[in-house]
């Protein structure tokens, strides 16, 4: 994995970001394809956390940047913008049907039984040639991606915003339309529910029996990953710090982190850049900003 990042991906300042709003809603082009490329990885991992997988998040993340787009004239500077767009998000995939687990929704108690009775020895060699230790890394950030769906849509929102973006109570509260003493308490006890069956049920993060190297066959025969297609292994991984850089401020997490190191940061795919970037030269869009 690469963990420089590309320049044209680097955070800006809030007053930076709005300089670029104002240009941008004037009509200047590279100012906004400037905007897009300042959130879309911020966009793109908060989809793939609500919606646990790369496919469907690509999908999210270019409707979510097209919505920003398109809206882009009613921001009034009131938050910052990074606020502004995660409120977009927020809402767009607290709502969005079109995933996978929309269709075939999860709980813990599914997953732990899988984990507990699952015939994983009577499953064949299905590895393909592929290094058992790779599948099994691809496995492990499946799987605790894949458990954040055990969560209903508002859990999992407070999580994610909690515990990978670590966004200030007050900000987070005001995007999900709740108080901040309510969203620490509701992140409280998300997090002691996760860090609880991480500790049951996972030998990788807790003490528990399941072991992804032991898995990976019986992964591979349900679908969970895809031998020729390691969406985890080949994405490029960015720095950490990078994420935290979308916020205003900081508060500190509990003693409960080291369990969610999991939640590693990607860059969005190069798929989606070169979409938003063929709606933004497209005569659709130029008929909208016209408008």
Same mark, same amino acid.
């Given at each position: 994995?690469n963990n420089n990042m590309n320049p044209n991906r680097n955070q800006k300042t809030n007053q930076e970001l709005q300089a670029l709003v104002e240009n941008a809603t004037a009509g200047d082009k590279k100012a906004l394809e400037t905007l897009v490329a300042s959130v879309q990885d911020i966009v793109f991992n908060l989809s793939l956390r609500?919606?646990?997988?790369?496919?469907?998040?690509?999908?999210?993340?270019?409707?979510?940047?097209?919505?920003?787009?398109?809206?882009?004239?009613?921001?009034?500077?009131?938050?910052?913008?990074?606020?502004?767009?995660?409120?977009?998000?927020?809402?767009? !995939?607290?709502?969005?049907? $079109?995933? %996978?687990?929309?269709?075939?929704?999860?709980?813990?108690?599914? +997953? /732990? *039984?899988?984990?507990?009775?699952?015939?994983?020895?009577?499953?064949?060699?299905?590895?393909?040639?592929?290094?058992?230790?790779?599948?099994?890394?691809?496995?492990?950030?499946?799987?605790?991606?894949?458990?954040?769906?055990?969560?209903?849509?508002?859990?999992?929102?407070?999580?994610?915003?909690?515990?990978?973006?670590?966004?200030?109570?007050?900000?987070?509260?005001?995007?999900?339309?709740?108080?901040?003493?309510?969203?620490?308490?509701? !992140?409280?006890?998300?997090? $002691?529910? %996760?860090?609880?069956?991480?500790?049951?049920?996972?030998?990788? +993060? /807790? *003490?528990?029996?399941?072991?992804?190297?032991?898995?990976?066959?019986?992964?591979?025969?349900?679908?969970?990953?895809?031998?020729?297609?390691?969406?985890?292994?080949?994405?490029?991984?960015?720095?950490?710090?990078?994420?935290?850089?979308?916020?205003?401020?900081?508060?500190?997490?509990?003693?409960?982190?080291?369990?969610?190191?999991?939640?590693?940061?990607?860059?969005?795919?190069?798929?989606?850049?070169?979409?938003?970037?063929?709606?933004?030269?497209?005569?659709?869009?130029?008929?909208?900003?016209?408008?």
């Amino acid at each position: 994995m690469n963990n420089n990042m590309n320049p044209n991906r680097n955070q800006k300042t809030n007053q930076e970001l709005q300089a670029l709003v104002e240009n941008a809603t004037a009509g200047d082009k590279k100012a906004l394809e400037t905007l897009v490329a300042s959130v879309q990885d911020i966009v793109f991992n908060l989809s793939l956390r609500m919606l646990g997988t790369f496919a469907d998040a690509e999908d999210a993340t270019q409707d979510i940047l097209l919505k920003m787009i398109t809206h882009l004239s009613s921001f009034r500077g009131d938050s910052a913008f990074t606020t502004w767009v995660f409120r977009i998000a927020v809402n767009h !995939l607290k709502n969005y049907k $079109k995933h %996978m687990f929309a269709r075939h929704p999860l709980n813990f108690e599914f +997953y /732990g *039984n899988d984990i507990e009775h699952a015939k994983i020895q009577d499953v064949p060699d299905l590895t393909q040639n592929v290094e058992r230790n790779i599948l099994a890394e691809e496995l492990k950030l499946s799987c605790t991606n894949v458990m954040l769906q055990c969560l209903d849509v508002e859990s999992r929102c407070i999580f994610i915003l909690g515990t990978m973006f670590q966004i200030d109570s007050r900000i987070a509260a005001d995007i999900l339309e709740m108080t901040p003493e309510a969203y620490r308490q509701r !992140l409280c006890r998300i997090r $002691k529910k %996760m860090a609880d069956f991480l500790g049951q049920y996972c030998g990788e +993060y /807790g *003490n528990g029996r399941c072991r992804c190297r032991e898995r990976v066959n019986y992964a591979i025969q349900s679908h969970r990953i895809n031998p020729l297609q390691l969406d985890y292994m080949t994405a490029t991984e960015i720095p950490l710090q990078t994420m935290m850089d979308v916020k205003n401020a900081m508060e500190d997490i509990d003693d409960l982190s080291q369990d969610f190191s999991f939640c590693k940061p990607y860059q969005s795919p190069e798929r989606t850049r070169q979409l938003i970037q063929k709606f933004l030269d497209s005569t659709q869009f130029s008929i909208i900003q016209n408008a």
